[in-house]
């Protein structure tokens, strides 16, 4: 493989291919309106039907073709080729709501057998197709992988015409699409006509797929209508942020396939995009700030700290309560069934922050003024928690520690004044540490 | 007589050739709550989905305020089960309040702040205020009720037809479902519901209407909360079946 010069990067980056800069206008306005109604679709939870979609244009496409040809318009213009995809892939759908009705058939099992039939039926039309004199068919099979790069001026325009029609209606939309994606028969129950919108919403996505056979494929195209919502969700919440993230990723996978195979000549527009959008999809899984693999892990990280701090602190408070304040680390073993490195290296980590300060000649700890009151009020939550149960929830005292032991580090301010007016805390004073704020007073 | 604000007179309704509601007849009175009772299978919310034309009837007449639904869609509003959609929806819970405003703000235009505002009005109503930029995923399921309430409350409606509110939620939600009732009562409105809990029904709903398949017994709690109607309507549905067959193959004229 030819690996290209400097001197062409740079050409291809600056744009100064006249080609290049109309793939690369056609395929990201094509990836953002793809983005948009991608969107409502994953939202839908319909994102099969776009494959499904994609695969029913086949036929249509060589239908379109072969009409074309026989009428003598020049059978490599697009918009035959795209009025008969629109047409098999609307019969698509006709097949599907007729499965529905009439059969019992789940909704996975009719979109397998519409998709498997219509791409059949498109193959056996490619194949009589090849049997023409000119040699046109290698043309069509382009279509079925994408061929951004034999985009012309005229298939641009559509493409750019289609992708501001659809997003315009998606924005325009987008609060009635929403609404129907997320309860439909609420919709309907407050007047919507919910299923006008499905079909528009389903026009839209044929239409998409249209428009995206030249630039991704027909067998690729599903992916663009996929992959940018799944990796939306990753980045933002909110559904005005998703449909946004969506259409940006959508560009943003086209941008960078289109200039991949703009220095790889030799690999499909449609792949590389489509490797784009899963490299993207895979950064979002990993980083991703609102649901990523990382920010979990963190998150989780954290919480199990926090967890092993109160319990250590709680420990050596109440080693220390009813004795001399300087705590053992003998003493702190025998608290939890801790192993020795755990209790020092945890001791280490409360040290750094002035919790405690570890005393070497005597192998022991204390508590600082700041890891006091801290303690002082876990084991004021932690306590008030069992009372709580023993007293209310009328739960064992023996299952009590436990229960309470899971919920103390989550009590909120509110909870815990609660706590102490429904306990009305006299009796308890011997038991429940003072508050440290008011114990101040 | 004022007219009764749902009107429901001799509906059918079938789910793939199978009777689900038989025959039934129900007059929901104004300015009071209505529990609709009854076993499992009962077609108790299919009763409301009928009702509000979201399934097809095989026969009957429905009306609303004495007129068809379309004529006064903004004086209903339906509270559907929370388990209904997917609260894994990228939207808080001022957004899905919203949602109960969209026919007022009209098509094409977006949510403007005074319509955030009338959200959190509502969420205020059913102690959720310090909830409203809460994603809904992040929401308990009590929660999740109360959100799917605030948003039938933001359409200011005069009935409100709910499908099992109560349905597994926690005491505060209880509490703040039944304060939302009493509210809508003494503001002149009327609320249906589907009731699971015949603990609660004579405690919580002024009236009460007894469904299995067909209408029991309707009327006050009192009047129809008794022993003998609650027997017709939970123990002995294998009679009841029996007796629906009867009726089905004598009213029905046989195919040739």
Known sequence: ?441 | MTTPPLQINSLNVSYHSKLVLWDVGVSIQPGRTTAIVGPNGAGKSTLLKAALGLIPASSGDISFYGGPLRKCRSRVAYVPQRESVDWDFPVNARDVVAMGLYRRIGWCLPVRSIHRRMADEALADVGMADFACRQISQLSGGQQQRVFLARALAQKADLYLMDEPFASVDAATEQAILAVLERIKNAGGTVVCVHHDLETVAQYFDDAVLLNMRIVAQGSVIDVMTPENLRKTYGARLALVDELETNLSSSIPARK
């Not at chain 1, 980045?235 to 005005?240: A, L, N, Q, R, V």
């Open chain 1, 1 to 441: 493989m030819a690996y290209p010069t400097l001197e062409n990067v740079l050409r291809i980056l600056t744009l100064q291919d006249h080609n290049t800069r109309i793939v690369l206008a056609g395929a990201c306005a094509f990836g953002v309106a793809a983005g948009l109604v991608g969107a409502f679709l994953l939202l839908r939870k319909r994102s099969l039907l776009g494959d499904t979609l994609g695969h029913a244009t086949l036929p249509g496409v060589a239908i379109g073709f072969l009409i074309a040809y026989g009428t003598g318009i020049d059978p490599r213009s697009f918009l035959p080729l795209a009025l008969g995809a629109t047409l098999t892939s609307v019969a698509g759908i006709a097949a599907l709501l007729l499965i529905r009705r009439f059969s019992t058939i789940k909704d996975d099992a009719a979109l397998a057998i519409v998709l498997s039939v219509f791409f059949g039926f498109g193959v056996a039309l490619l194949s009589a197709i090849q049997q023409l004199p000119g040699g046109f068919a290698s043309g069509l099979e382009h279509l079925i992988y994408g061929s951004a790069a034999t985009m012309s001026s005229t298939d641009t325009s559509f493409v750019l015409v289609s992708s501001l029609c659809i997003a315009v209606i998606c924005i325009a939309l987008f609060k009635e699409f929403s609404l129907l994606c997320f309860d439909e028969p609420y919709a309907r129950s407050s007047g919507w006509p919910a299923t006008a919108l499905d079909l528009l919403l389903m026009s839209l996505v044929v239409w998409t797929t249209v428009v995206g056979i030249q630039t991704v494929g027909i067998l690729l195209v599903v992916a663009l209508l996929v992959i940018p919502p799944a990796s939306a969700r990753f980045w933002c919440d909110g559904m005005g942020a998703m449909a946004t993230v969506s259409a940006l990723c959508g560009g943003l996978s086209c941008l960078f396939g289109v200039f991949l195979s703009a220095l790889f000549p030799k690999w499909p527009t449609g792949a590389l995009i489509v490797l784009s959008a899963g490299a993207i999809f895979a950064a979002g899984l990993v980083f991703g700030p609102t649901r990523g693999i990382l920010i979990r892990s963190i998150r989780t990280r954290r919480e199990e700290l926090k967890l092993r701090r109160d319990h250590m602190l709680r420990a050596v408070f109440e080693c220390a309560e009813n004795s001399s304040e300087s705590v053992p680390l003998s003493q702190l073993l025998t608290k939890r069934p801790w192993s020795r490195r755990h209790v020092t290296s945890e001791i280490a980590r409360l040290a750094d922050r002035g919790l405690l300060t570890f005393s070497l000649s005597n192998d022991s700890v204390q508590l600082t003024t700041t890891g006091l009151s801290e303690a002082r009020r876990l084991v004021r939550n932690h306590r008030l928690w069992e009372l709580y149960l023993i007293q209310h929830a009328e739960i064992a005292p023996a299952h009590v520690d436990r229960d309470a032991d899971r919920i103390e580090h989550v009590l909120s301010l509110r909870i815990v004044e609660e706590l102490e007016d429904i306990l009305d805390q006299r009796p308890h004073d011997r038991l429940v540490p003072r508050d440290p704020e008011k114990s101040h007073l």
